[in-house]
């Protein structure tokens, strides 16, 4: 079973290896979340190398909006990371749980149920602070320090990939909701949703980050 350690208290190295090991957890949900979390860390550090300098002064009030939100949704994803392998270790140990008599495949089914709902919407956040991330790639990408560009341009990558991921690991896990769980429906629409706003958001922040590396 996954080691207990919290994700965001081991080293790169170690998170790595444990991610490589044949344990499911932690894995591509938390995985989305940490890539979702660098990309929200990116957009923070191209706002630092803004703010202050004077040819940027127009925009140093919106950037440190930029800045500080970045800061919140990255913290955000690090704790959805963590969920995400918390949620996904209950579903695998109602797995393993006993099935032999009655009794037990009711206790072990009611388990499951509870764990997969949860197993579905942990990355359904995630999409969506992801989502979020990107939303700051986007905006940071045309005002922000001009020789820090290509580090938007790396965040609205992470943010995507971070949501695109997140969506894969709630499709995954819709088809075993229990029968007239409300979440089923409502992440299909939330799905569609964040898939059409990763499109364009992605489109345009990249849009942004090569018409300035062409202008310099």
Not at 41 to 58: C, D, H, K
Not at 87 to 107: F, G, H, I, T, W
Not at 177 to 189: K, N, Q, R, V, W
Request: charged fraction near 25%; hydrophobic fraction near 50%; aromatic fraction near 2%.
């Amino acid at each position: 079973m996954g080691d207990p350690t919290r994700l965001t208290d081991v080293t790169v190295r170690a998170l790595t290896e444990r991610m490589a090991s044949s344990d499911p957890v932690p894995g591509g949900g938390s995985a989305a979340a940490l890539a979702g979390a660098m990309g929200a860390a990116l957009v923070a550090m191209v706002a630092e190398l803004t703010i202050g300098r004077p040819e940027y002064a127009e925009v140093e009030v919106l950037v440190r909006e930029l800045a500080i939100d970045a800061r919140r949704q990255a913290d955000a994803l690090l704790d959805l990371a963590q969920e995400d392998a918390v949620a996904y270790d209950a579903v695998v140990r109602a797995r393993r749980l006993p099935k032999d008599s009655l009794a037990e495949r009711e206790v072990r089914a009611a388990a499951l149920r509870g764990a997969m709902v949860g197993a579905a919407d942990v990355p359904l956040r995630t999409a969506g602070v992801a989502a979020e991330v990107l939303d700051l790639a986007q905006r940071i990408a045309p005002i922000g320090n001009r020789n820090a560009v290509s580090d938007a341009g790396v965040a609205a990558q992470l943010a995507a990939a971070a949501l695109r991921g997140a969506i894969l690991n709630v499709r995954i896990n819709l088809p075993y909701l229990p029968a007239g769980e409300p979440l089923h429906d409502t992440a299909i629409t939330e799905i569609t949703r964040l898939e059409v706003l990763a499109g364009e958001r992605e489109q345009a922040a990249m849009a942004a980050v090569d018409e300035r590396l062409r202008a310099t």
